[in-house]
Nanobody, 115 residues
């Protein structure tokens, strides 16, 4: 019923850029807070960025100034533009949608930053 499908991950060189997409279905997308989280091997899943339906954003300190979260309600899609990537950004990136008691996750997309 509910699906969050990430795409856009891959291998990128240090200093490069990548844009992730998350297409949502089965939820009232326009009233959900959408976000991106990531998890590196051996580490906890951590918040990367969130964006509410009214435009408020929150970013992890490690990505401020480099990453930008945006959403297109007409397409039920949330994006993560990632610039100036470094090897510490290597992780599986997960799309998240939440509202009150509802909390949904995508399957993740791998981002690898390496030369």
């Amino acid at each position: 019923q509910v699906q969050l499908v990430e795409s856009g991950g891959g291998l990128v060189q240090p200093g490069g850029s990548l844009r992730l997409s998350c297409a949502a279905s089965g939820i009232a997308f326009s009233i959900y807070t959408m976000g991106w989280y990531r998890q590196a091997p051996g580490k906890q899943r951590e918040l990367v960025a969130t964006r509410t339906n009214f435009g408020s954003t929150n970013y992890a300190d490690s990505v401020k100034g480099r990453f930008t979260i945006s959403r297109d309600n007409a397409k039920n899609t949330v994006y993560l533009q990632m610039n100036s990537l470094n090897p510490d950004d290597t992780a599986v990136y997960y799309c998240n949608g939440r509202r009150s008691g509802a909390n949904y996750w995508g399957q993740g997309t791998q981002v690898t930053v390496s030369s």
